[in-house]
């Protein structure tokens, strides 16, 4: 399986991280910047704004962290919150500068990439967040197009179970997904 | 927040379901919006392109960046746009590299000495999460016997699952959890192993995301069966762990899992 094999933070981070403790800013930027800087790459295709919005969530992140209640919400849900903002940041103020290009020279607009591609890279992260057996079941089903009677077969795992993780993994994402979502 | 009914949305969801089913005439708004939630999920994950491409990392300079804004933070004073905090000496170091903290306030003992030392300690989970990426879990679900004999005197089995060595991938045993007539939960291990001169064998319960755990005690060869605290619930923490924990007097998770199941509950 090629997903990459991060785990999410341990829930005391986010504690240590609100109250300010020295180092909990970097051990988040160990966690999470991989996650928020392929996002923006895949987003805004181009590296050098990646850094810029990485470095602008990070930033405010640390700056805003009063406003974070660790028992209420997800540290992880909550940053990618503010990376999702700034990407969008970035795509909007990209696309006033290309109508103020636009309106000098005839420049046909590059359509390259944009909010969708962060979310796929999101997808994949919650998708190996969900810890086996669940991750490999749904990238079998999904990023490989495995049935569920196949994923039995090479699982050797009862078909009734194999659809009940894929129901509790759907519940698990969805969940994830709102946590940054409703911070959006 | 998940619910009982979301098990029910979420196979409403999977078979293509729409907002109309005649299932779902009934729904209250607020489980139509989690059925719409979860229907969008699963739409996501329809059209997810390919398997995941490994993340990148971003290049040193963006953590200098990052430490160069928060320090400038700090000597300007800069108060406003965001709900601002002093960064004061709590700016973070250098990766890798200490940082002495002159202006820091000093550290209490106790919990927050027993925090220090264990953020020293390697995070358990990077250790457990790259093994369990290779285990595939043959975990039996006997919901069934739970429901047929509530009468039965005797020790119920409420789950089971087949243990597996976290280094030969090879099955090790099984991990059985009893429900005692008084309602009481036993863990039962049933496992071989050497007990080790420098470290001692630990028995956890860890949830699904690996984020959350609780110790059961130490497996010796006279203790195996381990009682499960009153109102813990264990269908929240279904993987069981054995671990190896050297004799540091640190209480969190060594790292060092060797075998693992999970209980189908």
Known sequence: MALPSDAPPEPTLAHDFVAGVDGALEELYRDLSPLVYSMAVRALGSTADAEDVTQQTFVSAWRSREG???DKGELRGWVVGIARRRIADALESRTRERRRLQAVADVAPAEESGPDDAESVLLAYEVNALGDPRRTIVALAYF???THEQISERLNMPLGTVKS????ALITLRDRWEVSDVAS | MSHPDDEFLAELALNGADPSDPALAEATPEQRARFDALRAMAARLENADSPAEPLLTPPARV???I???LEADD???TSGDEARASVGAAAPAEPGTAQPSTAQPPRATGADELAARRSRRQPWWTVGAAAAAGVVIGGVGVGAVLMSSEDDADLRVVAQTTLTDLASEAGAGEAILEARPDGTQVLVIDTE????DDAYLE???IDESIEGMVSLGHLTSTTNEFVIPAGFDVAAFPIVDISVEPLDGVPTHSGASVTRGVLEL
């Open chain 2, 63 to 65: 953590w200098d960046a």
């Open chain 2, 75 to 77: 000597s300007t004073d």
């Open chain 1, 144 to 146: 490989e197009g495995a």
């Open chain 2, 193 to 196: 192993f050497e007990e080790l």
């Open chain 2, 67 to 69: 430490v160069a804004e």
């Open chain 1, 165 to 168: 993780h894929i129901r509790r």
């Open chain 2, 203 to 205: 028995v956890w319960l």
């Open chain 1, 68 to 70: 974070f209640d660790p």
